[in-house]
């Protein structure tokens, strides 16, 4: 109804001059008339055969002339009073109805904007999962760095140090983006990808390799697709998550905050998964044992901000990798009792609404209205 105010309020103004206009004119009218009919009268008094000499004033135009300004002010009254009720109702009933349309169709566009980020994501985690597939012992890899990097970038945002940084915006944006962090090892061959032994300095380069290719590929879709700040982070992570807060990570060199953000919190999500994983070379490290490793490598490795952060919500992430954890996790799963690997790195119903949920915490309308536009 604010919006109908101030169109009411100046036609409301413009009808009361208008009408005030009327009545001033039609009051002048009428006083000429009489002053005119009692000019006559006078005249017809002065030719008239008598003695006396007297011009009386007639009563009915003393009465005329007494009642005349409270008769139009009651008139303008009354009928600005019922024309401004009239064209309030109208312009209520109006705005009303503009108002529904409006609301339908921002819901529809929120809707259609949400379906297309649900399927957006859908081909994003896709893809990542295609890639990562050609590892078979990577198992709920992906899945789980989206929740570690959601969970511990959310818990950064309550930080007053970065509550301006963090948004709820990119801390689903993370969620997505990161999924694509290791997108470049779909062009590593599998003697060096799936090498159960230690690297060579030459493969292990060629390892090294993997960041640039994945922020190449990302970045030819930024030129074909223009300017998204969804594909900036993802592009971001996937170059510099192996990037060193001491200056000593691959491939750039890059030290402190000049590694992006949303690559630091990936690079801690990246390292605790490493380490409470399965891998063919090693066994699973406990929970604590992973926590005091991060802690001991906060200035180097690690962002030791975003390492204290860490610490404190480092129980989420315990949950999250037993919730997630594997079936299975070396190169040769035990195939009595999983016979079908795809079966063994399928998401169970509880898993799937969980990651679902998580990644839908920050989906109200202003968020999906800023990342619409990205």
């Known amino acids: 109804m604010r919006k109908v105010v101030k169109p009411l309020c100046v036609l409301i103004v413009l009808q009361a001059v208008c009408l005030a206009a009327g009545l001033l004119i039609h009051d002048r009218f009428l006083i000429s008339e009489a002053r005119w009919n009692d000019q006559l009268g006078q005249n017809r008094s002065a030719n008239a055969p008598t003695a006396v000499d007297v ?10 002339f007494a009642a005349m300004p409270a008769a139009g002010a009651m008139a303008f009254v009354w009928t600005i009073g019922l024309q401004a009720a009239i064209a309030y109702f109208l312009l209520a009933r109006l705005q009303g109805e503009h108002s529904r349309r409006q609301s339908k169709s921002d819901e529809q566009s929120l809707y259609h904007t949400r379906d297309l980020l649900r399927t957006r994501d859908a081909v994003i985690f896709g893809l990542a999962k295609l890639a990562e597939s050609r590892d078979p012992e990577t198992g709920h890899h992906l899945e789980r760095i989206s929740l570690y990097s959601t969970r511990l970038a959310a818990a950064i945002s309550r930080d007053p140090r970065y509550s301006r940084v963090i948004t709820p915006g990119f801390v689903r944006l993370i969620g997505i983006s990161s999924a694509l962090h290791d997108i470049g090892k779909v062009a590593l061959e599998d003697s060096v990808l799936l090498k159960p032994g230690e690297l060579t300095p030459s493969e292990r380069f060629k390892m090294q390799l993997h960041v640039e290719v994945g922020a190449e590929s990302i970045r030819e879709i930024e030129r074909r697709l223009g300017a998204s700040n969804f594909l ?3 592009r971001e992570i996937a170059n510099s ?10 491939p750039n060199g890059i030290s402190g905050e000049n590694i992006p953000l949303a690559a630091r919190i990936v690079a801690i999500a990246d390292v605790y998964d490493a ?6 070379y090693k066994e699973p490290f406990p929970h604590a044992e992973c926590v005091e490793i991060i802690r001991r490598e906060a200035g180097r490795q690690f962002d030791p901000e975003l390492v204290e952060i860490f ?3 480092a129980p989420q992430f315990e949950e999250i990798a037993q919730r997630f954890a594997d079936a299975w996790g070396t190169c040769q799963p035990d195939s009595s009792s999983h016979p079908d690997a795809l079966s063994a790195r399928r998401l169970s119903p509880e898993q799937e609404q969980t990651l679902l949920a998580a990644l839908a915490d920050c989906e109200d309308p202003q968020v999906v209205r800023s990342v619409s536009k990205k």
Do not use: F, K, N, Q
């Open 55 to 64: 011009t009386p004033v007639p009563a009915e135009t003393a009465r005329l």
């Open 232 to 234: 900036e982070m993802a």
């Open 241 to 250: 998550h192996h990037e060193r807060w001491d200056g000593a990570g691959y």
């Open 275 to 280: 380490l409470t994983a399965r891998r063919v």
């Open 311 to 313: 610490l404190d919500v």
